[in-house]
C-alpha cells in the first residue's frame, strides 16, 4: 500500500523567511504532484514532477524530486502572506493516468 | 475553459436517504476520478474511470456507494442509504493522459 508522508503538518511563519516542506512516500513512483487548498475552496495544481532530479520554480515556490530518496520538497522563499494555504503532495498510484494518494497536507499560516 | 463542473455544491439530507452527485469532466479529458476530503481521513480517492471505464474501485467505502459513467462528459456518484458518517467533501477530478488531474468545486455532503 502507498503512503505518502508530509511534514511538517503544521507550519506558522513569518512573512520574508523561508522555509521547506517535506513529502515522503514509500514505493516507486516517477509522478509526483504538488496541490494547494484554501479554506473551502477546492485544491489547485500548483507542480507536476514527472522525473527523477525535477525541479519546477513558481515565484515564491520550488518543487523537486529525488525518486531514489523517494522525497520530495516545496520550498518557500521570503514567504508573503498570500501563500498561507493547506498544501498537499500525492503520488500517482501506479504508471499512467491513475488515481492519486494525497499526503495528509501542510497547514501553512504566514504572518506578518 | 470552464473547468470541471459539480453539482450540487451542497447537499444536506437525512439519514437513510439516497443521494446523487453530479460531475462534467473537462471535455476532451479521458480520466475521471471521485475523492472524498474529511478531517479525519483527508483526501482519499474512491474511485476512478478510463474512457468511461470504471479501472479501481477499490476505495468504495462500501456496497451503499456506486459510480457510472455513462458518457464521457458525465458521471455520478450515489450513496443509498446515506449514513452521517457519509458527511464529507466529494471531489470530483479530470485528467488527459498522464497530465495532472484538474479538481471540481466539490460537493459539501451533509447527512443528518
Known amino acids: 500500500e502507498l503512503k505518502v508522508e508530509q511534514n511538517p503538518l503544521f507550519l506558522s511563519m513569518q512573512e520574508g523567511k523561508n522555509y521547506t516542506i517535506y513529502c515522503n512516500y514509500s514505493t516507486t513512483s516517477d509522478r509526483l504532484y504538488w496541490y494547494r487548498q484554501d479554506p473551502g475552496k477546492s485544491l489547485e495544481s500548483l507542480f507536476v514532477l514527472l522525473s527523477n532530479g525535477a525541479v519546477k520554480q513558481e515565484g515564491r515556490l520550488m518543487a523537486s524530486l529525488d525518486t531514489k530518496a523517494r522525497l520530495s520538497t516545496l520550498h518557500i522563499t521570503a514567504a508573503v502572506h498570500d501563500l498561507s494555504a493547506t498544501y498537499f503532495c500525492a503520488v500517482d498510484n501506479g504508471g499512467g493516468a491513475d488515481g492519486l494518494t494525497f499526503g495528509k497536507g501542510t497547514h501553512l499560516i504566514i504572518q506578518p | 475553459d470552464a473547468g470541471v463542473i459539480q453539482s450540487p455544491r451542497h447537499e444536506v439530507t437525512e439519514m437513510g436517504q439516497e443521494v446523487t452527485l453530479r460531475c462534467k469532466p473537462i471535455?476532451?479529458?479521458?480520466?475521471l476520478f471521485w475523492y472524498r476530503q474529511t478531517m479525519m481521513r483527508g483526501l482519499e480517492l474512491l474511485i476512478y474511470?478510463?474512457?468511461?471505464?470504471?479501472?479501481?474501485d477499490s476505495g468504495m467505502p462500501e456496497d451503499r456507494f456506486s459510480a457510472k459513467m455513462p458518457n464521457a462528459s458525465f458521471s455520478t456518484l450515489k450513496i443509498q442509504p446515506s449514513e452521517p458518517r457519509d458527511s464529507a467533501v466529494y471531489f470530483c477530478a479530470s485528467s488527459s493522459g498522464t497530465r495532472e488531474q484538474y479538481f471540481g468545486p466539490g460537493t459539501r455532503l451533509t447527512v443528518t
Open positions: 471535455s476532451g479529458h479521458n480520466s
Open positions: 474511470f478510463n474512457n468511461n471505464v470504471p479501472i479501481d
